[in-house]
């Protein structure tokens, strides 16, 4: 069973960067499909990108899109988020998530994927 470790949150200011880092550890990491989700409290999980098992594939979300980017490098079973021009609104919570299974289900839909990190905090300052 693959678990996954989130690292490299922090606070920044807005414009600035950060880089997320998702370690899997166990399992066969490099076959599953990868996202990246994030919540703030009182709020719905909320799907930021996602990445074929082989890096071919990735699709985001509309607001992030040109500023996020998400990769992977599955011979050291990591995936990564590199955030640039960071917004006050992306403050939130950011989980790493794998999709295990080969079932048919919308890949920005939380309800795909079936391992969880436990996040890392994301602040963004205006």
């Known amino acids: 069973q693959v678990q996954l470790v989130e690292s490299g949150g922090g606070l920044v200011q807005a414009g600035g960067s950060l880089r997320l880092s998702c370690a899997g550890s166990?399992?066969?990491?490099?076959?599953?499909?990868m996202g990246w989700f994030r919540q703030v409290p009182g709020k719905e999980r909320e799907f930021v990108a996602t990445?074929?098992?082989?890096?071919?594939?990735?699709y985001y979300q509309d607001s992030v899109k040109g500023r996020f980017t998400i990769s992977r490098d599955n011979a050291k079973n990591l995936v990564y988020l590199q955030m640039n021009s960071l917004k006050p609104e992306d403050t939130a919570a950011y989980y790493c998530?794998?999709?295990?299974?080969?079932?048919?289900?919308?890949?920005?839909?939380?309800?795909?994927?079936?391992?969880w990190g436990r996040g890392t905090q994301v602040t963004v300052s205006s």
């Open positions: 998530a794998a999709k295990t299974t080969r079932a048919i289900m919308l890949e920005s839909s939380a309800h795909a994927y079936d391992l």
């Open positions: 166990g399992g066969t990491f490099s076959s599953y499909r």
């Open positions: 990445i074929s098992w082989s890096g071919s594939s990735t």
